[in-house]
Nanobody
Framework: QVQLVESGGGLVQAGGSLRLTCAAS????????MGWFRQAPGQEREFVAA????????DYADSVKGRFTISRDNAKNTVYLRMNSLKPEDTAVYYC?????????????????WGQGTQVTVSS
């Protein structure tokens, strides 16, 4: 069992930056590949970024490539999402998720554990 708690969301103007943090507790954090997803009102949950267990592999949605960076610190049981050049269309609830294999995935249903989410709002 892994418990995930996101933080760092908020209101920011377009072009601004935020760093989301996901703190994990429970089983050994380095056993899990991690992902960030987001969900806007009335829309399905969509993939944002993922990182392998040791951080050697990453993947990004096309919509965030070049603007967002996922990273992790296994010593701190934490995964981060640095978001630069934010756009109004990035507005959503952002969730982190843990997956019990080292194959990173863009598919939400393949993730085993989820946090409660943190709201990101980008004003124009």
């Amino acid at each position: 069992q892994v418990q995930l708690v996101e933080s760092g969301g908020g209101l920011v103007q377009a072009g601004g930056s935020l760093r989301l943090t996901c703190a994990a507790s429970g089983r050994t954090f380095s056993y899990y590949s991690m992902g960030w997803f987001r969900q806007a009102p009335g829309q399905e949950r969509e993939f944002v970024a993922a990182i392998s267990k040791l951080g050697r592999s990453t993947d990004y949605a096309d919509s965030v490539k070049g603007r967002f960076t996922i990273s992790r610190d296994n010593a701190k049981n934490t995964v981060y999402l640095r978001m630069n050049s934010l756009k109004p269309e990035d507005t959503a609830v952002y969730y982190c998720a843990a997956k019990g294999t080292n194959v990173i995935s863009t598919t939400p249903t393949l993730y085993d554990y989820w946090g409660q989410g943190t709201q990101v709002t980008v004003s124009s």
